[in-house]
């Protein structure tokens, strides 16, 4: 009531605010007066009308609160009689779980079992790859859980006979080799239809390469990355076998050693862990082994002319001893001495075309290693970086810098110890050149010698 009234009061005192701002501003005092005086009146004839209207209506306001207070009454009623309904229903309810209960009896302990056994089945199922041959198997395990999970449905006779089915059926699949037809995902995301060779629970093959079984998405897929060519072969070798005993490399683990092999770098992978370094030793190396290449080719056949020229009385400038040997030609007449300066004078042009790029090689042989070196030093700083940023949690983290710092050590002797090498085999080679140009000197010059003592004679 009394907030009835406010109410009244509000909007009484806003009509008066209308009221007075819509008429002229007072003049003077008197008239100032007269409008307050005039605005009373209005306001109380406003107020009566409001009252009459209130008083009105105030009969049929307190019939709908008698309606409103019946209702309730009526709803309360209502509220105890379910009420009453839901313990009853309760109380049956629970009679009726204990009879049904004391009715299953040892048939509740063998379905505890058969839940048990269907949920190891299901798991067993959803991870085995003899499910590409058999799909949907595991549809029938879920609605046997279900049901032995429920107390109001109990799997049949049939049901169970199924689940003992299923599982020897996986006991006996897993001994046996068998080809079969499927869909194959390729790497590309493509798809095609094609025989695949299933060996027992452990392995999937098919045109010469290693499968997957992926559980989640229930698909044969071609693994990303093939193993090396000595199990990719023995793939072939399985598939066009008919019978008897082959050679087949299988993964006992169901994968997990499949994915170890797959995972291990290859040659390039490796190459590209040295980093920068690791390609500037390879570079080196294969500059050295054009040279070692270069030398070996003109070495060998400096040699072979020079053996030909041995055994030739045509002298001839192609080689370097039909080049010394012309040298004497051109100089019979002089003295010993002088025939000995001349001939060393043209094996001293020659030697520096035998000995050739001799001294590069062998500083190659010597920088790659400390080219590993420097590689190695600066995967260690990469990794105590690595170490300093992000600590030594994870060593994923720092395998970076200590594969960069291995590899290039490697790069630097492997590239160290061919070349090395080698140039001793070219080195080699350049010598008996030269001392064959030697040999040959020294015995044109005791000939000459002996020429000369005769004349003398």
Same mark, same amino acid.
């Given at each position: 009531?009394?907030?009835?009234?406010?109410?009244?009061?509000?909007?009484?005192?806003? /009509?008066? *605010?209308?009221?007075?701002?819509?008429?002229?501003?007072? &003049?003077?005092?008197?008239?100032?007066?007269?409008?307050?005086? &005039?605005?009373?009146?209005?306001?109380?004839?406003?107020?009566?009308?409001?009252? &009459?209207?209130?008083?009105?209506?105030?009969?049929?306001?307190?019939?709908?609160?008698?309606?409103?207070?019946a209702e309730q009454r009526a709803e309360e009623r209502r509220s105890d009689r379910l009420e009453a309904e839901f313990n009853a229903n309760e109380e049956k309810l629970a009679q009726l779980q204990e009879e049904l209960?004391?009715?299953? /009896?040892?048939?509740?302990?063998?379905?505890?079992?058969?839940?048990?056994?269907?949920?190891?089945? $299901?798991?067993?199922?959803?991870?085995?790859?003899?499910?590409?041959?058999?799909?949907?198997?595991?549809?029938?395990?879920?609605?046997?859980?279900?049901?032995?999970?429920?107390?109001?449905?109990?799997?049949?006779?049939?049901?169970?006979?199924?689940?003992?089915?299923?599982?020897? $059926?996986?006991?006996?699949?897993?001994?046996?080799?068998?080809?079969?037809? %499927?869909?194959?995902?390729?790497?590309?995301?493509?798809?095609?239809?094609?025989?695949?060779?299933?060996?027992?629970?452990?392995?999937?093959?098919?045109?010469?390469?290693?499968?997957?079984?992926?559980?989640?998405?229930?698909?044969?897929?071609?693994?990303?990355?093939?193993?090396?060519?000595?199990?990719?072969?023995?793939?072939?070798?399985?598939?066009?076998? %008919?019978?008897?005993?082959? *050679?087949?490399?299988?993964?006992?683990?169901? /994968?997990?050693?499949?994915?170890?092999?797959?995972?291990?770098?290859?040659?390039?992978? $490796?190459?590209?862990?040295?980093?920068?370094?690791?390609?500037?030793?390879?570079?080196?190396?294969?500059?050295?082994?054009?040279?070692?290449?270069?030398?070996?080719?003109?070495?060998?056949?400096?040699?072979?002319?020079?053996?030909?020229?041995?055994?030739?009385?045509?002298?001839?400038?192609?080689?370097?001893?039909?080049?010394?040997?012309?040298?004497?030609?051109?100089?019979? %007449?002089?003295?010993?001495?002088?025939?000995?300066?001349?001939?060393?004078?043209?094996?001293?042009?020659?030697?520096?075309?035998?000995?050739?790029?001799?001294?590069?090689?062998?500083?190659?042989?010597?920088?790659?290693?400390?080219?590993?070196?420097? +590689?190695?030093?600066?995967?260690?700083?990469?990794?105590?970086?690595?170490?300093?940023?992000?600590?030594?949690?994870?060593?994923?983290?720092?395998? +970076?810098?200590?594969?960069?710092?291995?590899?290039?050590?490697?790069?630097?002797?492997?590239?160290?110890?061919?070349?090395?090498?080698?140039?001793?085999?070219?080195?080699?080679?350049?010598?008996?050149?030269?001392?064959?140009?030697?040999?040959?000197?020294?015995?044109?010059?005791?000939?000459?010698?002996?020429?000369?003592?005769?004349?003398?004679?």
């Open positions: 009531m009394k907030k009835l009234i406010t109410i009244i009061l509000a909007v009484a005192f806003g /009509g008066l *605010a209308a009221t007075a701002s819509a008429q002229q501003p007072a &003049q003077n005092l008197d008239e100032l007066l007269e409008m307050v005086k &005039q605005g009373k009146i209005n306001e109380t004839a406003e107020h009566r009308k409001r009252e &009459q209207e209130f008083l009105a209506r105030k009969a049929d306001q307190q019939k709908l609160l008698q309606q409103a207070e209960s004391n009715e299953l /009896g040892a048939l509740k302990e063998l379905f505890g079992v058969l839940q048990q056994v269907s949920g190891d089945a $299901r798991g067993i199922f959803d991870a085995s790859i003899i499910s590409a041959q058999y799909p949907n198997r595991e549809e029938f395990l879920d609605e046997l859980i279900q049901k032995t999970a429920s107390s109001s449905k109990l799997p049949t006779i049939e049901e169970i006979e199924r689940l003992w089915y299923e599982v020897q $059926r996986e006991m006996t699949e897993s001994g046996k080799v068998v080809k079969f037809n %499927t869909t194959v995902q390729y790497p590309d995301g493509s798809t095609e239809d094609k025989e695949v060779v299933r060996v027992g629970t452990f392995n999937l093959v098919s045109d010469g390469k290693y499968l997957e079984w992926s559980a989640g998405a229930k698909r044969v897929s071609e693994l990303v990355r093939q193993p090396a060519e000595r199990f990719r072969s023995t793939v072939s070798d399985l598939q066009s076998a %008919t019978d008897g005993f082959t *050679a087949f490399a299988l993964d006992p683990s169901r /994968g997990s050693i499949l994915a170890l092999l797959i995972q291990t770098p290859s040659i390039g992978e $490796r190459i590209d862990q040295g980093g920068t370094i690791g390609y500037l030793i390879l570079a080196i190396g294969a500059v050295g082994l054009l040279l070692i290449i270069y030398c070996f080719v003109t070495l060998f056949s400096a040699n072979s002319k020079v053996k030909k020229q041995i055994r030739s009385d045509v002298v001839s400038t192609d080689n370097p001893l039909g080049r010394v040997l012309s040298v004497y030609d051109a100089n019979k %007449t002089v003295d010993v001495e002088t025939l000995e300066l001349k001939l060393d004078e043209a094996i001293l042009k020659e030697t520096p075309a035998l000995e050739r790029f001799l001294v590069m090689i062998k500083i190659i042989s010597a920088v790659a290693p400390l080219m590993g070196l420097l +590689g190695t030093v600066t995967g260690m700083i990469v990794t105590f970086q690595s170490m300093t940023l992000f600590g030594t949690g994870d060593p994923k983290l720092m395998a +970076g810098g200590i594969s960069q710092a291995l590899m290039t050590t490697v790069l630097g002797i492997v590239v160290a110890l061919p070349t090395l090498f080698l140039h001793s085999v070219v080195a080699g080679m350049s010598k008996r050149v030269i001392h064959t140009l030697e040999e040959q000197s020294a015995g044109i010059i005791a000939v000459h010698a002996e020429q000369q003592s005769g004349k003398g004679a």
